[in-house]
RNA sequence: GGCGGGGUAGCUCAGUUGGUUAGAGCACAGGAUUCAUAACCCUGAGGCCACGGGUUCAAAUCCCGUCCCCGCUACCA
């Protein structure tokens, strides 16, 4: 179908550049790089001009920190990692078309010179303000460069940015005891300034471009979350710090100040496609200046607003810069029911993956698409991605190819036999039909970035494949009637060639394999997905193997093991058992005893108790439950107890309940209240006499 | 706390402007079949559409409230 607006004249697909302080894991590739990837080998497919860019970030304080503790430089520290994402981007076939760094000097060049038109223009303005630094060492401090005692858990090594023992974020000022981590030099306030981009004088420029011009297509989270940012106000932000690890300031007064790393990092973008354009003979601002270039940005939910909303404003600041056409932000992956998290360990790096399971990226592709976080937050489990790999790719999709080259080798010695004669049956009419419909199915999902359906849409393909030949039965047919066995195996056989087209976006590593076993040579377009005379009566077929294996149960468990035994626990807490479905009870208003024996409860003593940061209900108990250990307890008696008048006292505790997350904070039990129906009044369940901590209550 | 997104079969997801018995794939059960990697094909079972109110002839869909998950949150108590 044609569209009656021109098609773009070329297409700039950026995928969020990921941090170089650490390996990529699966959530990162199924929200960002594998809808990139296959959005892009689409494109390329039909023909379009398409630059497909990214990069390691490589700049910001996290990286100082990492490469501090490993005694290396932030250079050694981005250039690992650098080249390992590079190399397991490139092992999964993400086919980018540069994958650049922002350490590179064209990087430090355009950005500078973007830094230094906005200046010019006059559209940065200058603001002083308070900064902590280091006295002994003579330098201003990141936020995550002091230490100190966290005034929610009273950890004593606290970033002055979040706690990592309670998941609290926090600002310096709150910290107990601040120190620098460079020096341990009590932090003092100076007074330092910086260069400010003012979004807020771009508010209306803001909402006509993206609540007016962006209300119909883009994705709704994409939307909702810009509408809240700028209906809540913006403020100015600074583009520079203090710090010696980025893009330097390219002014006199901007000495020891570099660009902040959300300024220079998507300028990235920018410097990676001049460094891509000056190898491969382009011109560089034909992607990035030109009306008829269409720009698409692939990233997580986590970065929404700054590539729709500050970049965006950096870009038409500016003023020579296209504006991104649509930024399809994938929600988060979790892993076996858990956020994924760096910190605890807790996820499938991908370059594990590729050595762990070899010869199976495509498995990983498939999976990662099929179960992509589009809509809302998706789980990723082995277990699925083993049914997924033995149910869908083995049986439907690998299966049907394997039976219909299998049965051409048979029957004809591997060459495909001619269709004759005329006139076609309905059978195969409906499904030259079917395989005529499918590229303009399958991309019109994928141009409104619904890659999960595009998928599907791909396998259907392969279902009616199947049915088709269990319809048909050439292999009774065969004995009867040779000249409709030879129609139902030549359209077969058509099929499995015009997928071999179709899967390319999807499945790079196994569309190559496909295409050696039909022999087929040269490249294809897109549309060629949709013929059904790709090969030629009497074609050979190249050698027939199998598409896909089965993936058996020790290898997924194998996985999962490696899983649990990687983990780094979570501080205090063991991991959270899943809480087994509740049997609905034959007697509602009786328990047995064997039930009552399932709780555990227990006497325990108030330690200390806490206010819990942005609750107003909750109170972080420390109890001493005659454990090894102090429990870490949230209770929501806030309203009803002060700290002061909680501790010390003893309560009963239900000591075996699984734990909760609650305001980032694990409680790890329950603590047993009495509630005056009247006035919703708590009081405490306590022992009359003092009994020792951990006593059993029964 | 504020704001955004989400909560639909065992699992992963569709459900267009409110309109018959809420759909698909996988998993499961039964049947048929044997060309194919015990794969394919047919049939079936399986849902208080998070919860509670409301509007309507009619609500998964619109309104109000509550709970839960994820994200964002500015030199904000």
Request: contains cysteine; negative net charge.
């Amino acid at each position: 179908m044609s569209s009656p607006v021109p098609s773009p004249a070329r297409y700039t697909v950026t995928a969020a550049l990921p941090y170089a302080n650490g390996p990529v894991h699966i959530g990162h590739l199924a929200g960002v790089y594998i809808p990139a990837d296959i959005y892009s080998r689409y494109l390329r497919l039909q023909g379009r001009d398409v630059a497909f860019i990214c990069g390691s970030d490589e700049h910001g304080v996290p990286i100082t920190i990492r490469a501090d503790k490993e005694g290396i430089t932030p250079q050694q520290v981005v250039d690992k990692y650098h080249a390992q994402i590079r190399d397991t981007f490139a092992g999964l076939g993400i086919s980018f078309d540069i994958f650049s760094r922002t350490s590179h000097a064209v990087h430090h060049e355009t950005s500078q010179q973007f830094f230094l038109t906005l200046h010019e223009k006059g559209l940065l303005e200058v603001r002083e303000s308070e900064q902590f630094y280091d006295p002994a060492r003579g330098q201003f401090l990141a936020d995550r460069y002091i230490l100190g005692e966290c005034p929610n858990c009273h950890n004593p090594n606290a970033y002055g940015d979040q706690c990592e023992r309670c998941g609290t974020s926090l600002s310096p000022e709150e910290l107990i005891n601040p120190r620098s981590a460079l020096s341990g030099a009590v932090p003092e306030k100076r007074l330092t300034s910086h260069w400010y981009l003012p979004l807020d004088k771009y508010e209306p420029w803001l909402r006509s471009w993206i609540l007016e011009g962006h209300k119909d297509d883009w994705r709704i989270n994409v939307y909702g979350q810009c509408k809240s940012w700028i209906d809540q106000g913006l403020h100015p932000r600074a583009v520079t710090r203090d710090l010696d690890w980025g893009v330097p300031v390219p002014l006199p007064e901007g000495a020891g100040k570099v660009l902040y790393v959300w300024f220079d990092a998507p300028i990235g973008y920018i410097s990676a496609t001049r460094e891509w354009a000056a190898h491969a003979g382009k011109n560089w601002e034909d992607y990035w200046k030109r009306p008829d270039t269409e720009l698409i940005h692939f990233i997580g939910k986590d970065n929404i607003v700054f590539h729709c909303i500050i970049f965006p404003t950096m870009l038409h600041a500016e003023g020579s810069y296209i504006l991104p056409k649509n930024v399809p932000a994938n929600e988060f992956l979790n892993l076996e029911g858990e956020k994924i998290s760096t910190s605890r360990n807790w996820a499938v790096w991908a370059h594990e993956y590729l050595e762990d399971l070899p010869g199976k990226e495509d498995v990983l592709r498939y999976v990662l698409c099929a179960t992509a976080p589009e809509t809302k937050d998706n789980d990723f489990t082995w277990k699925d991605f083993q049914t997924r790999n033995n149910s869908e790719l083995v049986a439907i999709l690998g299966n049907f190819v394997n039976r219909t080259l299998v049965l051409t080798q048979k029957f004809y010695d591997g060459r495909i036999p001619a269709y004759s004669p005329a006139p076609a049956p309905e059978a195969d009419q409906a499904l030259a039909a079917a395989i005529a419909g499918a590229p303009a199915r399958i991309g019109q999902a994928l141009e409104g970035y619904k890659f999960r359906d595009a998928l599907t849409e791909l396998l259907d393909l392969a279902r009616l494949g199947n049915k088709y030949l269990a319809d048909a039965e050439p292999w009774k047919t065969i004995k009867t009637d040779e000249a409709r066995t030879a129609q139902v195996m030549h359209l077969a056989a058509q099929l499995t060639a015009a997928l071999a087209v179709l899967m390319e976006p999807f499945l790079p590593f196994t569309a190559t394999k496909l295409r050696q076993m039909l022999n087929l040579q040269g490249s294809f377009h897109w549309a060629q997905g949709g013929a059904i005379d790709l090969l030629r009566p009497g074609h050979a077929l190249g050698q027939v193997g199998l598409l896909f294996e089965k993936i058996e149960d020790d290898t997924v468990e194998r996985q999962i093991a490696k899983l649990q035994a990687m983990r780094t626990p979570a501080m205090t807490t063991e991991p959270t058992p899943i809480p087994a479905a509740a049997e609905a009870p034959a007697e509602p208003s009786f328990i047995g005893i064997e039930d009552f024996a399932k709780v555990q409860l227990k006497v325990a003593t108030v330690l200390d108790a806490v206010p819990v940061p942005k609750a107003d209900k909750l109170l972080q108990l420390t109890l001493d439950a005659g454990e090894p250990q102090p429990r870490t307890v949230l209770s929501g008696i806030a309203q009803h107890y002060t700290p002061e008048e909680v501790k010390g006292r003893q309560v009963v505790v239900v000591a075996n309940l699984a734990p909760r997350k609650m305001r980032g904070i694990e409680s790890q039990g329950m603590i047993l209240m009495a509630e005056d129906p009247a006035t919703g009044k708590l009081a405490f369940v306590s022992p009359t006499a003092v009994v020792p901590g951990g006593a059993e209550v029964r």
